[in-house]
């Protein structure tokens, strides 16, 4: 009898523990760009960041992405992403386990590049419920059914709202949904933000005091002083606007500004950090509610992190990224001093970064590599690597590896064009 009650109780226990695994996993879905949170970091218990010991091994490979630079989004264990083949953009999910295709929803015709830095869309999906919203590189933004792909609205930015870019590359944004609007940034005289009705693609607002062109940012939510606000890049600087009706809040323009403004907002409290390439650097803002404005006070502005396209996390007290042209930086986010920098150009050079647990995701955007550091104040310290398995046959002028890796319930992903490579990450 005690035995048995041993055994009754092992069982119970293997069934309490795997079904905390399950809710733990589902909890770490990436189910937008930069993640749930917008943030570029995940946490969870029982991954393999010690590639050292035991590399993550290839669970599948997904070959028909087309081109493009579009992250994957997951939730559950479904994936959604982005591409282009046969002068077609489209859309399709994923089974996470097996790599199979559920379905693909052609979108229209394929954004061609004026130069070739390629072709195809370049911004993530966003999954809401049982909906996708997704934007594509002329400005076209979609509604999507997460089941099968069908397409229940779409606007025209461009054609529609006059919606103008910076420079030429085509929109990279990822719509941002909060409660029941949709927000995009055709930019343009006719208003820099617009906000759509996420069940019909009614435009509820759109900003009449904030008309700068539109860079290639996508927006973050902030509540600040009790005041809920939409805060994003243009051409000229950063600003927020009011999520009730659009009204600009608060704009700072930043000197240097031009080419491509591509960096995502970070906000901590009433804190917001940008950063940009092209010699421009940092900026840290301090907000204040004054009556019924915004006073805006700047904390530093400095070269200390000049980031491109690669990302930055922020992760106990500190930003973490590549800062052209030569350095991996861990940057005090308080002081906005340099705590360290690493030059590893002949090794892990420039590319995206994404925060998992205590570690950093590298992604060497030349070659593919991806390396393990660890996010300490105490200096560079790695952990293996791991060397993206083939590349992709799509030439482009750059030949790069631009698309930011994603972690998702357990697993590792990684995309040049046309392939989709999945790795396990759980020990």
């Known amino acids: 009898m005690k035995n048995n009650f041993r055994l009754l109780y092992i069982v119970i226990l293997i069934v309490l523990v795997n079904t905390c695994k399950d809710v733990q996993v589902k909890n770490q879905d990436w189910s937008q760009w930069r993640g749930s949170n917008r943030d570029g ?165 759109r900003t009449k005091d904030w008309t700068d062109d539109s860079g290639y940012s996508s927006p973050i939510v902030a509540e600040i002083d009790g005041v809920r606000q939409y805060i994003q890049q243009s051409s000229k600087g950063v600003a927020g606007v009011s999520a009730k009706d659009g009204k600009l809040l608060w704009r700072v323009e930043i000197e240097g500004y031009k080419i491509a403004v591509i960096h995502t907002p970070i906000c901590v409290g009433n804190v917001v950090y940008v950063t940009n390439a092209y010699n421009v650097g940092c900026t840290c803002l301090k907000l204040s509610k004054v009556g019924d404005d915004f006073s805006v006070e700047t904390i530093y502005a400095n070269r200390n992190m000049v980031n491109q396209h690669g990302g930055i996390v922020l992760m106990d007290g500190h930003i973490y990224g590549f800062s052209d042209p030569n350095d991996w930086v861990c940057q005090n986010f308080e002081t906005g001093e340099t705590v360290w920098k690493q030059r590893k150009m002949d090794e892990v050079g420039r590319g995206a970064v994404i925060g998992v647990n205590d570690r950093l995701i590298l992604l060497d955007e030349r070659t593919g590599t991806l390396a393990v550091v660890t996010a300490s104040t105490d200096g560079w310290k790695e952990f293996g690597r791991l060397q993206i398995p083939e590349r992709s046959k799509i030439e482009t002028m750059d030949n790069q590896v631009w698309t930011h890796p994603v972690v998702a319930n357990g697993k590792l992903f990684l995309r040049d064009h046309d392939l989709l490579f999945c790795f396990d990450l759980l020990k």
């Open 41 to 205: 970091v995940v946490k969870f218990e029982g991954l393999n960041l010690e590639w050292s010991d035991k590399s993550p091994p290839l669970s599948w490979v997904f070959r028909q992405t087309g081109s493009g630079y579009s992250p994957p989004s997951v939730v559950g264990k479904i994936l959604y992403c982005q591409g282009a083949s046969d002068n077609d953009d489209f859309a399709f999910a994923l089974d996470t386990k097996t790599g199979d295709l559920k379905w693909k929803q052609i979108l229209g015709n394929e954004y061609m590049m004026k130069e070739n830095r390629g072709n195809g869309p370049r911004g993530a999906i966003t999954v809401d419920g049982d909906r996708l919203y997704l934007m594509r590189c002329g400005g076209q933004l979609h509604c999507l059914s997460a089941s099968d792909g069908a397409m229940l609205w779409h606007q025209d930015l461009i054609n529609d709202f006059g919606g103008k870019m910076m420079s030429g590359w085509g929109y990279c944004e990822s719509p941002l949904v909060d409660g029941n609007l949709v927000l995009c940034t055709p930019g343009g005289s006719e208003g820099t933000m617009i906000a759509f009705d996420k069940n019909t693609g009614k435009m509820v607002w």
